[in-house]
């Protein structure tokens, strides 16, 4: 697949998870996107099956704050670091399902564990995207692996 | 009469979220009990009285398949009305869960109505059922 | 039955039984309709945009211009009436994809999702809705029973199905 179609399934199935369960909206087509500054938080996760491979994302703190107390209904100086860092890790595991479903309908694939990373990925991702949202920014990247 | 509802799912944050739609739900909730792993969710089966079981699939000890797989195989827990809320939305996965034996299928991004209205129906399928 | 037409950013509450809380040409504004069914009071409330944070000063002035600033107020002029927060029913009708004066595409759907994140952080869900699409939209509520009834343009009028029922009591 092109790599700019992969960047929009990366942005499709992230723009239709993050409104769905977590009441953030993506901004205007046309907006500039902000850089990804400051303390990040980078859940990631492997997925198995016909192909295995990863996917994660890299959101600065503030930006994933918001995220995480609208998923939550709180504000968002009440939300924790644990939750902060399971809302986004559950963030990651649906959007990773969202792009798998988008790019092999048919196949099953096992979604392993999410956890937060260092933020960098060993060896470059193979296509990321970098979506502005209408309170801040996210980065979302994606790795094939061989096949098993 | 309230209900005692058992959500199985590695996240507590896919927890705490199902948790808060049930309680705007107006659903009378009496217990509302927690698993990480299909292992744990069958113990607190064994130690508690359940009336629905909300299960993601995707999970670490035991996932999804194999806990709805354990709970059809026992008599006493067979009749406790399951609904799979899964990232999974192959027609091959949700048609296996199915005719395993759950009684519906929610996947994941999910709006909070749609998952009240699932629950709605399982909780019909636990009036049957009693 | 009266007609109580409610504006462009705009919010009305009633209990009088005669009541019918009305209001037209929805385009990307979203009519958020409210109503106790054992008090009978009934709310409606018209917003345009998402956002207060875009326009404080407009905000002040008229806050049911905006999702935020609109639906709480919503909900508390229904408390004041006697609404019971827990046996309330909500419902949404408009948010369609129109070409507004400012240009600004989606504005629908952001009202959309300004209005669920707002009822979710206040702990409620929606018991029907009709939000999307192109066309404007006109929709009314009886106050005496809480009938949504809309219509499209140059559609029938029809009711809006409830998709959830409150369970009061049991």
């Known amino acids: 697949m092109p790599v700019t179609e992969m960047e929009q399934v990366l942005s499709d199935a992230a723009a239709e998870v993050l409104e769905t369960m977590f009441f953030t909206s993506l901004a205007e087509e046309g907006e500039p996107v902000p850089p990804i500054t400051g303390p990040l938080v980078c859940p990631n996760l492997s997925f198995r099956g016909p192909c295995s491979g990863r996917l994660g994302l890299r959101i600065p703190l503030e930006t994933g704050r918001q995220i995480a107390a609208n998923f939550l209904g709180l504000e968002g100086s009440e939300v924790t670091q644990s939750q902060l860092q399971d809302v986004l890790c559950e963030l990651s595991n649906m959007i990773c399902g969202s792009v798998l479903s988008r790019l092999e309908s048919g196949s099953i694939f096992e979604l392993l564990h999410p ?6 990925t060993a060896g470059s991702p193979a296509v990321s995207r970098t979506l502005a949202l209408e309170d801040g920014v996210l980065e979302v990247w994606f790795q094939w692996e061989a096949a098993p | 009469m309230a209900y005692n509802v058992l959500i199985v799912d590695d996240s507590p944050a896919m927890r ?11 659903i009378p909730v009496g217990q509302f009990l927690e698993a990480g792993d299909g292992q744990q969710a069958l113990e607190v089966l064994h130690k508690q009285w359940v009336d629905v079981v909300l299960t993601d699939l995707n999970m670490p000890t035991m996932d999804g398949e194999q806990f709805v797989r354990h709970m059809e195989a026992d008599e006493s827990l067979r009749s406790i009305p399951v609904l799979v809320v899964s990232t999974d939305r192959t027609d091959q996965r949700v048609q296996q869960m199915l005719t395993l034996g759950a009684k519906g299928y929610v996947t994941k991004p999910f709006l909070p109505e749609t998952l009240r209205e699932e629950l709605e129906r399982a909780l019909g399928d636990a009036h049957a059922g009693h | 039955m009266s007609a109580v037409v409610v504006g462009v950013a705009d919010c009305r509450i009633s209990a009088d039984p005669e009541s019918v809380l009305i209001t037209y040409a929805l385009g990307s504004c979203i009519a958020v309709l409210i109503h106790d069914p054992v008090s009978n009071v009934g709310g409606l409330l018209h917003f345009m945009l998402p956002e207060s944070a875009i326009d404080r000063e407009k905000a002040k002035q008229n806050p049911y211009m905006f999702a935020d600033t609109g639906i709480p107020l919503l909900f508390r002029s229904a408390y004041r009436e006697g609404a019971d927060k827990r046996r309330l029913m909500v419902y949404a009708v408009g948010g369609a994809q129109v070409m507004d004066p ?9 009202n959309h999702l300004a209005m669920r994140k707002i009822l979710w952080k206040a702990g409620l869900l929606v018991h029907g809705e009709e939000v999307g699409g192109t066309a404007s939209r006109t929709v009314r509520l009886e106050v005496a029973g809480g009938r ?9 009028e029809r009711e809006l199905p409830v998709s959830l029922h409150p369970r009061i009591g049991v």
């Open chain 3, 102 to 110: 400012a240009n600004v595409f989606n504005i629908g759907k952001r």
């Open chain 2, 16 to 26: 705490s979220f199902v948790r808060r739609v049930l309680e705007l739900s107006g």
């Open chain 1, 115 to 120: 956890e937060i990373g260092p933020g960098e």
């Open chain 3, 148 to 156: 949504v009834l809309l219509r499209g343009a140059g559609e029938d």
